[in-house]
């Protein structure tokens, strides 16, 4: 449960202050269409876009999965919250200010947003010890890599002391102990004594989200020690899985170039934001994962590549291996960026300049070309070897990516592209996840209902719901939506925006959908005359239906000899007869 009072003038603010095209537009690469944007869908794989937004009204819909909602439900499937959650999460990016709910969610909103505060000042923290006399050793590291003084503040460089308490003794006037420890700041001993700084004797930077919120911290040691690098520890709001390094500063280039580059290294990563390249992301100190590789997808859109910069040796084919396979399944496209023997990015760019390493990019080494380099020359222990590729080649699920990668790997080990399907098959990855259910058609006459009760005046509502009978209503979205408007129509909002007052209303997932699918789709005009044949076609099937669901209740009665429910039912029977043949 959220901590805010999330009533129905808090969610107009936050639908009024909330850009759909802004939010979207952080996990899907839009184009222009028409009036509306469409993009590649974030809830399923797909080559050709079938993802629609319409600013105007506030909607995205997909024509493949049939997902579909206003700005609140997109938040809420792709980052798994609730409506209050989420109604938070865009009134604190928007700057809309929402009343706490009760003394004691007050206390829990705090409790977020001191923890968020923790990090903030620890940052203030790290990046004054850096001015600082005692931070020499880390200007120093910051100059020979190139990045000059006035770049310090745009990466949020800083450095933490070599001292076990310094950060905490620092801050522990303002906080207590055990917050610093959740935040991931301090860590405390198994044996349960005084709690320590995390970070000591490092060079940090800051590890933001997506949209540029500080979660984390990295650090890089200086002088001996172990290890090189250390990150915070998960928290809750840090998952190192879902997570990759400066996605928030290079997510605009992304969803223009349509590439990305993903290095191993934080200072690789940071290096070449510093000389312009800035579609670059970094793994943290993980290897790729599911989770990073569909929110690459989303935002790379549906001929996007992804190259991989990895060592040449050994252990660097078997990551590149392992990085390609989740990022085939995801829909990505992958090729490799090989660099000098014994070099990284930071190298390149250092010894032989930016141009250098513009050069290379721009001139990627293919997937299979880079796995199968050193293969043995005897050619039965070659295929043996080449043939561990089938389960990788395979598991491509865009189906022209999948078959060039076969033809390719068939080629280079002299085979019939075939015998790789065969031998790739037998070793294939689980069960994808299964495509949306296509759904069945709503009953005659209740889709043209829902789209008249979205598109007519508040008369014509008030109308419908005198009319038409909401138990024979078959389709479960439709039933609701009608409940939703009945407790929409029934109050005061002639001067509202009924569209979006539904979506408030409406608490089913699915029904919500509908709308999105029902306000998207290109249909004819919603007119008077339109509105009475559509409504004379419904209630007939109602009244027709209605008057056969009696029957079995009529023997029933009759068979228990219970007359008095036989004569009500009768009239029943004969109202609807009437109703009929009215219409």
């Known amino acids: 449960m959220t901590d805010v009072d999330i009533g129905r ?280 994962t599911p989770d990073h590789a569909r929110l690459l997808k989303r935002r790379l859109g549906p001929d996007g590549l992804a190259l991989l910069c990895y060592d040449a040796d050994a252990a660097g084919r078997r990551a590149a291996g392992s990085g390609a396979g989740v990022l085939l399944e995801a829909g990505v496209d992958v090729a490799m960026m090989v660099l000098p023997s014994g070099m990284d990015p930071d190298d390149v760019i250092r010894e032989s300049g930016e141009a250098t390493f513009r050069e290379i990019l721009e001139h990627p080494t293919s997937l299979l070309e880079f796995l199968l380099a050193d293969l043995p020359p005897d050619p039965a222990a070659r295929r043996r070897s080449g043939l561990e590729l089938a389960t990788l080649v395979c598991s491509a699920s865009d189906p022209a990516v999948r078959q060039n990668l076969i033809e390719e790997l068939a080629r280079q080990l002299y085979l019939r592209p075939r015998e790789i399907e065969e031998h790739g098959e037998k070793r294939r990855r689980g069960a994808k996840v299964a495509a949306a259910a296509v759904r069945s058609p709503l009953p005659p006459g209740e889709r043209e209902l829902a789209r008249i009760l979205l598109e007519c005046s508040n008369e014509w509502r008030s109308k419908i719901l005198e009319i038409v009978h909401v138990e024979y209503i078959r389709d479960v979205r439709v039933r609701r939506l009608l409940e939703d408007t009945r407790s929409i129509v029934s109050g005061d909002d002639s001067g509202t925006d009924f569209l979006h007052e539904l979506l408030s209303h409406c608490t089913d997932p699915d029904a919500s959908t509908l709308v999105a699918e029902l306000s998207t789709s290109p249909m004819p005009e919603i007119t008077d005359d339109s509105i009475r044949v559509q409504l004379k076609t419904l209630l007939q099937r109602q009244a027709r239906e209605g008057s056969q669901r009696l029957e079995p209740q009529i023997a029933a009665a009759e068979k228990r000899g219970d007359h008095a429910e036989v004569d009500r039912l009768l009239a029943e029977k004969t109202r609807l007869r009437r109703d009929l043949a009215e219409i």
């Open 9 to 288: 003038d808090s969610v107009a603010r936050v639908r009024e202050a909330a850009d759909i095209l802004d939010i979207v537009g952080d996990h899907v690469r839009l184009k222009k269409r028409g009036r509306g944007w469409e993009g590649l869908c974030p809830f399923h794989e797909e080559k050709t876009p079938s993802f629609s937004v319409d600013p105007d009204k506030g909607l995205y819909y997909c024509f493949g999965c049939h997902q579909g909602g206003d700005v609140f439900k997109f938040v809420m499937q792709l980052e798994h919250l609730n409506f209050p959650e989420t109604v938070e999460r865009l009134a604190r990016r928007y700057g809309v200010k929402l009343p706490p709910r009760s003394p004691e969610t007050k206390k829990r909103r705090e409790a977020g947003e001191r923890q968020r505060a923790l990090l903030e000042e620890a940052q203030r923290f790290f990046a004054g010890c850096l001015e600082n006399a005692e931070g020499a050793e880390a200007r120093s590291e910051l100059d020979r890599r190139g990045f000059q003084k006035d770049s310090w503040r745009d990466f949020g460089f800083g450095f933490a002391p070599d001292d076990w308490r310094r950060l905490l003794d620092h801050m522990k006037r303002r906080h207590p102990e055990g917050a610093l420890v959740e935040s991931g700041l301090a860590i405390r001993p198994d044996s349960g004594t005084s709690p320590y700084d995390r970070f000591r004797n490092r060079l940090t930077f800051p590890i933001r989200s997506g949209d540029g919120t500080l979660i984390a911290f990295g650090g890089r040691q200086l002088g001996d020690g172990d290890p090189k690098y250390l990150n915070s520890p998960e928290t809750a709001l840090f998952r190192k899985r879902s997570t990759l390094f400066c996605l928030d500063r290079a997510r605009r280039s992304l969803a223009d170039s349509g590439r990305v580059l993903v290095v191993e290294g934080y200072f690789d990563c940071l290096s070449l934001h510093r000389v312009g390249v800035e579609n670059v992301v970094a793994t943290l100190g993980t290897a790729l």
